[in-house]
């Protein structure tokens, strides 16, 4: 059974920083893509950073230029480091990782379809 555990978030003032990790055990083939969403209150799901097994990585606009997503050399650990916070960043950030042995060209923001498995959410909150 796939499971997916993310730590780091907290509380910032606006320009700050935080770091999100997020540990995923359980898979048995190959992972095609990992990624970071988030949901803010009152608002839909959306997309903040996926990589896929070549670690090339794909951004949201809202964040390009001040997040930066990567994966430990063991493939296990996916990290979100966000700079210059602002408070529309404040959101319930999850992790997400596509299904076991599945294979996709191209890992999306968009496209939840690609993400089978979820993290249980850590709250990242910043304040103006």
């Known amino acids: 059974q796939v499971q997916l555990v993310e730590s780091g978030g907290g509380s910032v003032q606006s320009g700050g920083s935080l770091s999100l990790s997020c540990v995923a055990s359980?898979?048995?083939?190959?992972?095609?893509?990992m990624g970071w969403f988030r949901r803010a209150p009152g608002k839909e799901r959306e997309g903040v950073a996926v990589?896929?097994?070549?670690?090339?990585?794909n951004y949201a606009d809202s964040v390009k230029g001040r997040f930066t997503i990567s994966l430990d050399n063991a493939g296990n650990t996916l990290y979100l480091r966000m700079n210059s916070l602002k408070p529309e960043d404040t959101a319930m950030y999850y992790c997400?990782?596509?299904?076991?042995?599945?294979?996709?060209?191209?890992?999306?923001?968009?496209?939840?379809?690609?993400?089978?498995?979820w993290g249980q959410g850590t709250q990242v909150t910043v304040s103006s």
């Open positions: 997400a990782a596509s299904p076991d042995g599945y294979y996709y060209p191209r890992c999306r923001t968009d496209v939840e379809d690609q993400y089978h498995y």
């Open positions: 359980g898979y048995t083939s190959h992972r095609s893509c």
């Open positions: 990589l896929d097994r070549a670690s090339n990585a």
